[in-house]
């Protein structure tokens, strides 16, 4: 009830933001709220996902014709949540950003990550408002942040005040989900946010946002598929986990050539002004190429958990690598594949 109060201009950015972030956990009883089910076949793969993004792409891109096996969606509004429901065995595999995969591995939760994309991390930001008087990361020292606590805007954070000499005893970090850091920002409460897109897209264009800085050489860019140790010890279960994470690969290259296509689609599963999801397809959504999982990519993400464990915000160092199952990289092009361009605007 507390966005009665906001302007109307930032209600369709409420409603985007509850529905697909405002909340620490999902929503029903196993964890996330049932969905769809494709595909036809006496075997079920049970897929974790957030309001639209694989069902949404795939769909889109024709990749869920021809299913020899069924697919059952469940909705997490986060990573965090969704992970908790591949560790208790809920859901067989799932999309998460850099950072939940950390905090879930910390936990000793029982995860592996099977693939993985490497996108521009322009959207990846920190915001201030435009009557801000901040115009340099270093500037924050002493000031409030909002952040998602364990989400790539996380550790996009300590990287970006890890670059400017500060840490975080250097500010106050208020661990917010998007919802309520958006009311925070809007209403003066905090002086930055850490965000990432679509929601740095629709920040810009509804609640008076400008740019602080950008992840963009900060932060890896890179994104996960993880899965439950048990699917993947399955062999049937991983036959069809691999030609899942196949469609996948393929619906992102649809993605790069129909942005427009895929803005339209995205806008319409998640309520958001077109312009604003186009912005954020060419921003960061469309820029993903499929990489392998190597030792360049499991290096990038131990030193994440070593920021994590170093600032004592993970109870734990450990292994980034053992949470790693390379099987599926295939013949894919290494980690620091440079991600695509729409050109210079974006």
Same mark, same amino acid.
């Given at each position: *009830?507390?966005?009665?109060? =906001?302007p ?11 529905a ?9 009883a196993a ?11 006496a075997l079920t793969?049970n897929?974790g ?18 299913l020899? $096996?069924? %697919?059952?969606w ?5 990573g965090?949540p ?18 939940p995969p ?5 936990? =000793?939760s ?14 990846d ?14 500037q ?7 952040? #998602? +606590? ?13 670059? #400017? ?7 106050t970090?208020? $661990? ?9 920002f ?8 850490? %965000? ?5 897209s ?9 740019v ?7 932060v890896?860019?890179?994104?996960? +598929?993880?899965? #439950? ?9 991983a036959?069809?986990?691999?030609d $899942?994470?196949e ?8 993605? $790069? ?10 806008a319409r599963?998640?309520? *958001?002004?077109?312009?604003v ?9 469309g820029? #993903? ?7 360049a990519?499991?290096a990038s993400?131990?030193?994440i958990v ?10 734990r ?13 295939r013949?894919?092009p ?5 991600p695509r ?6």
């Amino acid at each position: *009830m507390r966005w009665l109060a =906001a302007p109307a201009l930032l209600l369709p950015l409420a409603a985007l933001l509850a529905a697909c972030g405002g909340a620490s956990r999902a929503d029903g009883a196993a964890g996330g709220t049932g969905g769809d089910i494709d595909g036809k076949g006496a075997l079920t793969l049970n897929v974790g996902d957030q309001k639209g993004g694989s069902e949404a792409v795939l769909r889109a891109a024709g990749e869920l014709d021809g299913l020899t $096996y069924r %697919i059952k969606w469940s909705t997490f509004t986060s990573g965090p949540p969704l992970l908790e429901a591949v560790s208790a065995g809920a859901v067989d595999v799932g999309g998460v950003g850099n950072t939940p995969p950390v905090f879930a591995a910390a936990a =000793a939760s029982k995860i592996k990550v099977v693939a993985g994309a490497h996108s521009r991390a322009e959207g990846d930001a920190l915001l201030v408002r435009k009557d801000s008087p901040l115009t340099r990361t270093a500037q924050l020292k002493g000031k409030a942040i909002a952040v #998602a +606590q364990g989400s790539s805007a996380h550790y996009q954070l300590l990287a970006q005040l890890r670059k #400017a000499g500060l840490s975080p005893k250097d500010v106050t970090l208020n $661990y917010l989900q998007p919802a309520d850091a958006l009311a925070a920002f809007t209403r003066g409460k905090v002086d930055a946010w850490a %965000i990432w897109d679509p929601y740095t897209s629709q920040a810009l264009d509804q609640a008076g946002a400008r740019v602080l800085a950008t992840g963009q050489g900060v932060v890896n860019g890179l994104s996960f +598929q993880v899965a #439950a140790p048990a699917a993947l010890g399955d062999a049937k279960k991983a036959a069809v986990l691999k030609d $899942y994470i196949e469609r996948l690969r393929r619906a992102q290259d649809w993605v $790069y050539a129909h942005p427009d296509a895929w803005a339209k689609v995205w806008a319409r599963e998640t309520g *958001m002004p077109r312009r604003v999801a186009l912005d954020a397809v060419k921003r960061t959504r469309g820029t #993903a190429v499929q990489v392998a999982l190597d030792k360049a990519a499991i290096a990038s993400e131990q030193r994440i958990v070593d920021a994590f464990a170093r600032d004592g915000l993970i109870p734990r160092s450990f292994d980034f690598g053992e949470f790693v199952d390379p099987r599926f990289n295939r013949d894919l092009p290494p980690s620091g594949t440079a991600p695509r361009s729409y050109g210079k605007a974006h």
